[in-house]
């Protein structure tokens, strides 16, 4: 009978053990690297992106939608954290924030977790229309850009974050300069001569269309810059993206479907 009861307790530890581990363990570890808001921050920027496709786990590494998971970083009090993984799948796990963190981290979270369930919410649905004109004076609109995947970077000239991408996306646009398929245009919320001013001293590759910061602000609602949007060739939004990274990952995505 005592053999038994130990044949069971061994059992169930390793079974429990399992299910907390099956996914693969922390990159980091958790409590550590909420020391300090630098190292946190370092770690989210460079590992951890919010757009891609993952599978999210909660605190005690149950599968979870990626919208619960969104909404619990936005609303809730815990940090994501990547965990080791030998497939090509990603795995996000919340852990919970300690209570002597830095509560600049959870405040920071809590809106990088907004901004991105935000995004998130707005993929499949349709772009809003429009029908303008770039700084070239040639008409883009829902219906001259049918039947292509368009990326479309949203900025204006006095955001530091916007302009620093600018290598990264203008090296995007030759990456893919030979797909017919794939257009780049910008809306920047500034004035014709302002930009043409800017854009002679930093060049920017993609098609640029001036005075969009009422279209940004109430047809997309935007509240945060460089702001990135894929759609697919039917007008759909497929992803929205907060920084080139993102962006790069996405496209690559988005150009073999």
């Known amino acids: 009978m005592k053999k038994s009861i130990t044949i069971i307790i061994t059992f169930l530890i390793f079974t429990s053990s399992f299910a907390q581990n099956k996914f693969g363990n922390p990159e980091v570890n958790p409590i550590q690297i909420q020391k300090t808001f630098s190292d946190w921050s370092i770690?989210?920027?460079?590992?951890?992106?919010?757009?891609?496709?993952?599978?999210?786990?909660?605190?005690?590494?149950?599968?979870?939608?990626?919208?619960?998971?969104l909404d619990q970083l936005a609303n809730g009090n815990f940090i994501p954290i990547r965990l080791k993984s030998e497939d090509a799948v990603y795995y996000y796990k919340l852990f919970k924030i300690q209570p002597k963190?830095?509560?600049?981290i959870k405040a920071t979270i809590n809106q990088i977790g907004f901004d991105a369930l935000k995004n998130y919410k707005m993929e499949g649905t349709a772009f809003p229309p429009f029908s303008f004109k770039d700084l070239d004076g040639n008409e883009?609109?829902?219906?001259?850009?049918?039947?292509?995947i368009i990326v479309i970077k949203c900025w204006y000239i006095h955001c530091t974050p916007c302009i620093r991408e600018f290598p990264q996306v203008n090296k995007l646009t030759e990456e893919?300069?030979?797909?017919?398929?794939i257009l780049f245009i910008s809306l920047a919320e500034d004035s014709p001569e302002q930009l043409k001013a800017f854009l002679a001293r930093k060049p920017l590759s993609y098609a640029v269309i001036?005075?969009?910061?009422?279209?940004?602000?109430?047809?997309?609602?935007?509240?945060?810059?460089?702001?990135?949007?894929?759609?697919?060739?039917?007008?759909?939004i497929s992803k929205v993206l907060p920084n080139f990274?993102?962006?790069?990952?996405a496209l690559a995505k988005e150009s073999k479907l």
């Open 176 to 181: 893919y300069k030979d797909r017919k398929d």
């Open 101 to 104: 963190t830095d509560t600049s």
């Open 140 to 148: 883009v609109s829902n219906e001259t850009m049918k039947g292509k």
């Open 43 to 69: 770690y989210q920027s460079k590992k951890i992106m919010l757009s891609r496709d993952f599978t999210a786990l909660d605190s005690s590494s149950k599968e979870i939608s990626k919208e619960a998971f």
């Open 210 to 236: 001036p005075n969009m910061k009422e279209y940004m602000n109430e047809s997309l609602q935007l509240n945060s810059f460089p702001t990135h949007f894929i759609l697919n060739k039917e007008g759909l």
């Open 245 to 249: 990274e993102s962006l790069e990952v």
